[in-house]
């Protein structure tokens, strides 16, 4: 079964940090692309981040670019999503996705998709 899990959402105050984690199973990431998107009430899912199958290029959608760090741990077939200084307009479902094309942060061209996590921000 392929499968994606994602974990680590939370509620957090603004300015905190969190640290999302996406776990693959029934298949290795390491060929992947893999993307972070969200989701937040009355919205349009979005693309955050993704990560080249080599690592070799990382994009962010500027809102987070600074602030967000998307990377890929091999041994664990794992990819991370650190957000730091978060703001109230973070909060949303967050997503992990993995797709075979070159790296992009549109919702069709990914293949496999977790289930969600939610991020809270507020205080």
């Known amino acids: 079964q392929v499968q994606l899990v994602e974990s680590g959402g939370g509620l957090v ?3 905190g940090s969190l640290r999302l ?10 060929f992947y692309t893999i993307g972070w998107f969200r989701q937040g009430p009355g ?10 199958s080599g690592d070799r290029n990382t994009y962010y959608i500027d809102s987070v670019k600074g602030r967000f760090t998307i ?3 091999r041994a664990n077939n794992t990819v991370y999503l650190e957000m730091r200084s978060l703001k ?3 909060t949303a479902v967050y997503f992990c996705a993995a797709s075979l094309s070159g790296p992009a942060m549109l919702v069709r061209t990914y293949d496999y998709w ?8 507020s205080s």
Do not use: M, N, Y
């Open 13 to 15: 105050q603004p300015g």
């Open 71 to 73: 990377s890929r741990d």
């Open 88 to 90: 109230p307009e973070d």
């Open 114 to 121: 977790g289930q969600g996590t939610q991020v809270t921000v």
């Open 43 to 52: 919205k349009e899912r979005e693309g955050v981040a993704c990560i080249s």
């Open 21 to 30: 984690s996406c776990a693959a199973s029934g298949f290795t990431l390491d």
